[in-house]
């Protein structure tokens, strides 16, 4: 009973979520366009599909890899066992984030577009080792005590030098794999391990110590999908590569459902072999409850293969379909409109921004509060979607904007106040879920198709980039205004 209370509130939650986009979808299909579409109720059972799949998907989070994650890192960081923090962060991060389900999204995208000459598989793999160095890095910085400032500015300027000599077929993609890689999964793990482990060493601040981690995680992973795609334009010949069309259809329905079991079987193996090794190997103890933790593992599995069906239903549908509308009306204000309400909607809603936020608002310094946060984060969002598009629209180099968002942000991170540095970043890279992640991929690649002269591959992707870098801005501005504030208020107090 317990357990289906627990679930039906994150499917409550999960439906609550997917509410802002289909206000959005409705009033612009009954008040701009006059219409519904062809087949409401598949896109109704789609969307609600992906409610049961994320319900599922976290419940079984709660149940097995949380408790687990966050009981080995702490044992690790009471023992002092840097020997076995630094391979666990490599190895649970890397874990996490092959499953993410954002990714997988993502990928595939990413692959249909590409004609297969992007590996969805490979691709996922070398996030995934990126998250997992990052994370060793991270760690360091917490044991170390090095201001998160000092990995960041140096780390992005990599990432624009290497944006010189990528491909443009990989650019775009490479800036929105950054933002997908912190998601439902890795989000509220990676930072528990952060904010647990400062809080641990004596002289480090929660705040100011604690954040960063995922941050740092949305950096490296653009450095590593460019050098993948560099190599992959390169030094692979594009007609060796195979034509996996044409045969799927006529599989029939039992075998799919098999054969995407046994797929998602193999997303989840990763997690679980870095959660058994650690414990039994390396700790040599028994796992608390093992019934609640196999029952998890088997929520997870399950909600995952069916928020993949949910999405192929409801969301990418309904991205493509808002495109093909909108670009029909050819009104750029509709369309830049639609994705400045999307942006702002999607993100008030954001499961991991409210943690983030409450987390954030329990441990500052500066009274910040998480209203305030998540006002700020969903102004950046929709500003950033907003750019994104208008982008798409005039078909400009996405390096361009990119650069000119980030040297912004570097200018930003110098002259605000240093106790909010690795808060922006993280809140940067929590902007993005499970749910907006395959709306705005959907609608960025559907707009780079339907307008004539632009690259799905090279301007479709991208939109996630900007979703994940100006609310960094908003955030940084927001503490730069509040800290003003402040002095003067001083100033005038008798």
Not at 148 to 159: E, K, S
Request: proline residues 5%; hydrophobic residues 55%; glycine residues 12%.
């Amino acid at each position: 009973m317990e357990h289906l209370s627990h679930f039906a509130h994150e499917f409550l939650k999960a439906l609550k979520n997917l509410l802002p986009i289909v206000v959005v979808v409705v009033a612009f299909q009954l008040v701009v366009f006059r219409q519904m579409p062809q087949d409401p109720v598949s896109l109704a059972g789609g969307l609600l599909i992906v409610g049961v799949g994320i319900a599922l998907f976290l419940h079984g989070l709660d149940l097995s890899v949380f408790p687990v994650g966050k009981n080995l890192a702490n044992q690790f960081a009471r023992r002092g066992a840097l020997g076995f923090l630094l391979p666990f962060g490599f190895a649970i991060g890397f874990a996490a984030v092959v499953s993410e389900p954002a990714l997988i999204a993502v990928a595939e995208q990413a692959e249909l577009v590409s004609q297969g000459r992007l590996n969805g598989l490979t691709l996922r793999l070398v996030i995934a080792v990126s998250v997992g160095l990052v994370l060793i890095l991270g760690i360091l910085r917490i044991l170390r005590g090095w201001p998160v400032q000092r990995l960041l500015i140096p780390g992005y300027l990599v990432v624009i030098a290497v944006t010189y000599v990528a491909p443009a077929e990989i650019v775009g993609l490479a800036y929105d794999s950054g933002g997908v890689t912190t998601n439902v999964v890795t989000v509220p793990l990676v930072a528990a391990i952060g904010l647990g482990l400062a809080s641990s060493i004596r002289g480090r601040s929660a705040f100011r110590d604690g954040f960063g981690l995922v941050g740092l995680c949305v950096m490296v992973p653009m450095i590593g999908v460019q050098l993948y795609g560099i190599w992959v334009y390169t030094f692979t010949d594009p007609s060796g590569v195979p034509d996996t069309g044409g045969e799927e259809g006529h599989r029939h329905w039992g075998l799919e459902l098999i054969l995407g079991l046994a797929e998602m079987v193999r997303e989840i193996l990763p997690m679980v072999l870095v959660v058994l090794f650690f414990q039994y190997v390396l700790l040599r103890r028994r796992l608390n409850h093992p019934g609640r933790v196999v029952v998890g593992f088997t929520m997870v599995l399950v909600g995952l293969y069916a928020f993949v069906i949910g999405l192929e239903l409801g969301l990418f549908p309904i991205g493509t379909l808002m495109a093909e509308q909108l670009i029909d009306h050819d009104h750029t204000g509709l369309i830049l409109l639609f994705a400045l309400l999307i942006g702002f909607a999607t993100t008030m809603a954001e499961p991991a921004l409210l943690a983030i936020g409450e987390q954030a608002a329990q441990v500052s310094p500066a009274g910040i509060t998480a209203t305030a946060i998540r006002l700020a984060v969903a102004a950046g969002v929709a500003v950033g979607i907003t750019v994104g598009t208008y982008r798409i629209l005039v078909g400009g180099p996405l390096h361009y904007f990119i650069m000119a968002a980030y040297a912004t942000v570097i200018l930003l991170v110098l002259i605000a106040p240093k106790y909010i540095v690795a808060l922006a970043f993280d809140l940067g890279g929590v902007t993005t879920s499970e749910i907006t992640v395959p709306l705005v991929t959907a609608l960025g690649i559907g707009l780079a198709t339907a307008i004539e002269g632009r690259d799905p591959l090279i301007d479709g992707f991208g939109l996630i980039a900007f979703a994940s870098i100006f609310p960094i801005i908003s955030v940084l501005i927001y503490a730069m205004i509040r800290e003003r504030l402040t002095v003067l208020q001083k100033k005038e107090a008798p």
